[in-house]
């Protein structure tokens, strides 16, 4: 009797000693990383150098995979409703964290409690872009033509929900002209109806944009950073360019890596330590300095304090600007 109750007292320590074992040689196989949009958009070509380097370190592949739909919200909902093993796992947004909860009813997770704020990835800014072909050379010109009586000024986005999106609406709130908003399924289509004219205009980072305005296809008008930009230096602030408090109410604009709630600690560690040994690299901050992104790199804890904080600072927007949920 005395013995099995020896037993069964060192029963939770062995389970705790094998539980750390295992923990000890993950991962054993590979992971998958969601991108909650379409393949060549921002998030798609932010996320694959720096999977295939955080592979590279936790010695197993991490296959990028893109779940689209809802302003991104299928892909992160996807990642919420993943089993807690740290073995899916994958990019998310001011937009699809902290925005889409806040305007669209097809966002189930909670941008907080449904996730593991795995790391911080970067910022990233919004630049005001036209086709190079249309009438329209200033913000102010845009304004001025969307107050026309009869005017059809649309602008596209990644998606509802999207920061491209917002940073749209917030535009139209501030200035009160009337705007019509056309959700694509990415940026990359619609990028595409911009340039063929389909759509006035649109918001969108600069790593998907910037060839095509040194091509001389877009012109960009103005970006949503509270300074000019170092990677478009001649092109004013939405703030320069009229549009007074933008940059105050628009918020930062970041990307992060996320994982379902509840990975044990031990994985979160070794994630977060991949993740930041990744950004720190010299060929991986080569590869977003070439797509305009700025690291950011955290800890767990730093990163859910931006989460929280950006949350509360885009439902004060959306209240304001009166952005009704889908």
Known sequence: MVHKKKLLMLLPIMALGAAGAAHAQWPERPLTWIVPFSAGGPMDIVSRPVAKKMGDILGQPVVVENRTGAGGALGADYIARAKPDGYVIGIGSVGTQTIVPNVAKSAKYDPVNSFSNIGLLGRY?????????????????LVAQARQPGANVTFGSAGYGSSNHLSGELLRALTGAAMTHIPYRGSAPALTDLLAGNTSFMFDTFNTAMSRIQAGNLRPLAVTSPKR???LPDVPTMDEAGVRGYSAAG??????????AGIPAPVMDRLNAALREALASPDVQKQLKDQYVEIWSSTPEEFTA????????????????KIEAE
């Open 125 to 141: 800014t919004n630049v005001l872009l036209v086709s190079a072909q249309a009438p329209v050379t200033s913000v102010a010109d």
């Open 229 to 231: 930009s170092p990677f």
């Open 251 to 260: 918020g930062e604009l970041w990307w992060g890596v996320v994982g379902p």
């Open 306 to 321: 931006v989460v929280r904080a950006s949350y509360q600072s885009w439902s004060k927007l959306v209240k304001e600007a």
